[in-house]
């Protein structure tokens, strides 16, 4: 599975990261090494809170589009 995070450069330093399919998903770290051992961790716990299952039960929907 292959899912795509958008890094951010912190404004006090090192980055920050969110996953925009995964609604809440994010982490930070001070290197680039850090936020993907970070990020990695964070989409594994997400997946296992299921977090997924409650978003499948509402009625809400996620549209990729390209443009």
Do not use: D, Y
């Given at each position: 599975?292959?899912?795509?995070?958008?890094?951010?450069?912190?404004n006090e330093?090192?980055?920050w990261a969110?996953?925009?399919?995964?609604?809440?998903?994010?982490?930070?770290?001070?290197?680039?090494?850090?936020?993907?051992?970070?990020?990695?961790?964070?989409?594994?716990?997400?997946?296992?809170?299921?977090?997924?299952?409650?978003?499948?039960?509402?009625?809400?929907?996620?549209?990729?589009?390209?443009?």
């Amino acid at each position: 599975m292959t899912i795509r995070a958008i890094l951010h450069k912190a404004n006090e330093g090192g980055f920050w990261a969110e996953v925009p399919a995964l609604p809440g998903c994010v982490t930070q770290g001070e290197t680039e090494e850090e936020i993907r051992v970070n990020l990695q961790e964070a989409i594994e716990l997400w997946l296992e809170s299921g977090e997924s299952e409650k978003l499948q039960n509402q009625e809400n929907q996620i549209m990729e589009l390209a443009i």
